[in-house]
């Protein structure tokens, strides 16, 4: 698995949305590498790490060594995560997630919450996709896989994951995160459809882990709005929540500044 780590300290696990990867997290990273370890990882198919987990893209594994896919899971990636943070010998972490990231970030307090030393949710969702909203994703990930991602992700995704501030004012922003998405190739868009469309209901999983949790959203999302968020702290038992105004559904690229100043006072009072 391919990770960007910079920075000492409290370690912070930064898991990505969809359709991107670990760069989305570059501009808070750089604000809070003072403070902690960062380590963000590219998930399962995604940004530099492969899809079957065997080798980051790029690098030329033989055809007979190559590992066939596992099938789309949520949980398949939290077990990688979980690997990654053995390889790194950490016990213990502050995890976060943002979106696809926060559905992984879900799946591994089912699978380990003693992993867990704090929680920090970025524009997600605890709840399962509606019918309808599963049969949305199976069709981009069927369109992906017959046509590729070119000419049409991007232009789909962009209004939904920025804000309308965003979208206004700031074009920079609005390039970064087109590149982003872009990039990413389509057999690991797909996968990762799939495998949101199939994952469970994380309430449960929420309301049992009694760590310090924040959850931020940005008060422009219209994916997972303010709404959602005050869902999720309703169901932590230490939940906080912070509402970026001015953000969609990527604060770390959109908001960095507020986002990194909502973050760093409640990182410092957890314990590793």
């Known amino acids: 698995m391919h990770y960007i ?6 370690p912070l696990v930064l898991l990505h949305a969809y359709p991107v990867d670990a760069r989305m997290w570059t501009p808070l990273r750089v604000r809070l590498e003072d403070q902690a370890r960062v380590i963000a990882p590219d998930q399962r198919g ?3 790490s492969s899809l079957d987990g065997s080798s980051a893209h790029g690098l030329a594994t033989p055809p007979e060594e190559r590992l066939v896919a596992e099938a789309p899971s949520v949980d398949v990636v939290a077990a990688d995560i979980l690997a990654l943070l053995d390889e790194l010998e950490l016990p213990r972490v502050v995890l976060g997630g943002c979106s696809m990231g926060g559905y992984v970030a879900t799946a591994l307090l089912r699978a380990a919450p003693q992993r867990v030393a704090g929680l920090l949710l970025v ?3 605890a709840p399962a996709d509606t019918e309808e909203a599963k049969a949305k994703r199976i069709g981009a990930a069927e369109r992906a896989e017959r046509e590729g991602t070119a000419g049409w992700l991007a232009e789909d995704m962009l209004p939904a994951l920025l804000g309308e501030t965003t979208r206004r004012d700031r074009p920079e922003v609005v390039a970064t995160a087109r590149e982003l998405i872009e990039s990413q190739p389509a057999d690991g868009v797909a996968w990762a459809q799939r495998a949101m469309a199939q994952r469970p209901d994380g309430l449960r999983a929420l309301e049992e882990f009694d760590g310090p949790s924040l959850v931020a959203v940005g008060e422009e999302d219209g994916v997972t709005p303010p709404s959602e968020a005050r869902r999720m702290v ?3 038992p230490r939940g906080e ?3 970026l105004p001015g953000s969609g559904h990527l604060p770390s690229l959109e908001v960095p ?9 409640w990182l410092s009072r957890i314990e590793p």
């Open 5 to 10: 780590e910079s920075g000492a300290g409290t």
């Open 257 to 265: 500044d507020e986002l990194a100043s909502a973050v760093r006072p």
């Open 234 to 236: 309703e169901a932590l």
């Open 123 to 125: 524009d997600t969702k």
């Open 46 to 48: 995604l940004g530099e």
């Open 241 to 243: 929540l912070v509402v």
